[in-house]
């Protein structure tokens, strides 16, 4: 079942963070749907502008529909990863997404703050949620890169300022995590100091975390023994997320995992079938991984076992 996304906020709102994981295909997305489903979870699903030009944003948007089918008992919201303006009139418009992001983190504060509130008006006559991003993270998006001397937090008084002017419904925020697998060159830190002033400032108000893969160093041995040059990569202590979570967190986004365990499942099989080509081989050992992998990551976010208590807030 397709809900909004702020019913999904009210419910993990300082208890626990839901997940919001990128899809790009029918394997992730099966995955998906079977962990969450496994670790009875709502989750998020997000689509960025890139997975909705991998193929056609059509043939992406019905193969969520058709898991919505298989999986009746699923709850979930469909979210637009990191749009531009022209990205969410789009999807505001289709009709079929429970919230749309704005960023316009990488222009300067008052452009913003214009940008943010022309969607948020236009959202909000249909309906749809938005979510605003201030500060910057650092690594890479699809139409900004960020070096880690460049990346900013976001200020707890202007973050104020902002949701206030904007009418956002939900903010991501820059607190040390970034976009990618190569997320610190020292060791990482989460800036609990700047949430706690957030929260502060803005009590009961949803967070966003980005860039928030763990890149668990298991799987890039694996994928460097089977042929991989990943070197150097690292991630967010995922046992810090249900801290996170306390200080208003509520959405936690992971991409960069799940393509992980895709990269370890497909090198591994290929290294150890020299002689294999079909596709649904791997395909099938992804499908079950990646299903393991959103039930492990949805135990760190504390979203498991949730789904019977949203279901009554949702019916
Ligand atoms: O933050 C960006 C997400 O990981 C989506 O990546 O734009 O390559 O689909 P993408
Ligand atoms: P990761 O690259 O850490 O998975 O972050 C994903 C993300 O923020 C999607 O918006
Ligand atoms: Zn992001």
Request: proline share 3%; hydrophobic share 40%.
């Amino acid at each position: 079942m397709i809900v909004t996304t702020k019913k999904l906020f009210e419910a993990a709102y300082g208890k626990y963070a839901l997940g919001a994981y990128n899809i790009n295909n029918m394997e992730q997305t099966m995955g998906l749907f079977q962990g969450n489903l496994e670790s009875q979870a709502p989750f998020i699903i997000q689509i960025s502008k890139g997975a909705r030009s991998y193929t056609n944003k059509i043939m992406l948007e019905n193969v969520i529909r058709g898991a919505d089918e298989v999986f009746p008992e699923a709850i979930f919201a469909v979210h637009l990863d990191h749009g531009d303006e022209e990205a969410c009139y789009d999807c505001i418009a289709s009709g079929f997404y429970s919230s749309v992001m704005i960023d316009a983190s990488h222009l300067e504060y008052e452009k913003n703050i214009e940008v943010t509130k022309r969607v948020v008006e236009a959202a909000h006559a249909r309906g749809i949620v938005v979510e605003a991003e201030l500060g910057q993270l650092g690594g890479v998006e699809e139409h900004v890169s960020v070096s880690e001397e460049n990346a900013k937090l976001t200020n707890p008084d202007q973050a104020k300022d902002f949701v206030e002017r904007t009418g956002c419904d939900s903010l991501a925020v820059a607190i040390g995590t970034s976009h990618g697998a190569f997320k610190f060159s020292g060791s990482q830190s989460l800036h609990f100091d700047v949430l706690s002033e957030i929260q502060k400032r803005l009590p009961g108000f949803p967070l966003v975390m980005h860039g928030s893969s763990s890149v668990p160093q298991e799987e890039v041995e694996r994928i460097n023994a089977a042929g991989g040059k990943l070197l150097g990569a690292k991630g967010v202590d995922a046992t810090q997320f249900k801290q996170a979570a306390k200080l208003g967190v509520t959405k936690i986004n992971i991409d960069t995992d799940g393509r992980l365990v895709w990269t370890r499942v497909h090198r591994e099989y290929f290294l150890e079938h020299p002689e294999g080509f079909d596709l649904r081989a791997p395909g099938k050992i992804f499908m079950a991984e990646y299903a393991k992998f959103i039930h492990q990551k949805n135990d760190f976010l504390g979203s498991s076992g949730q789904l019977e208590e949203v279901r009554k807030l949702v019916s």
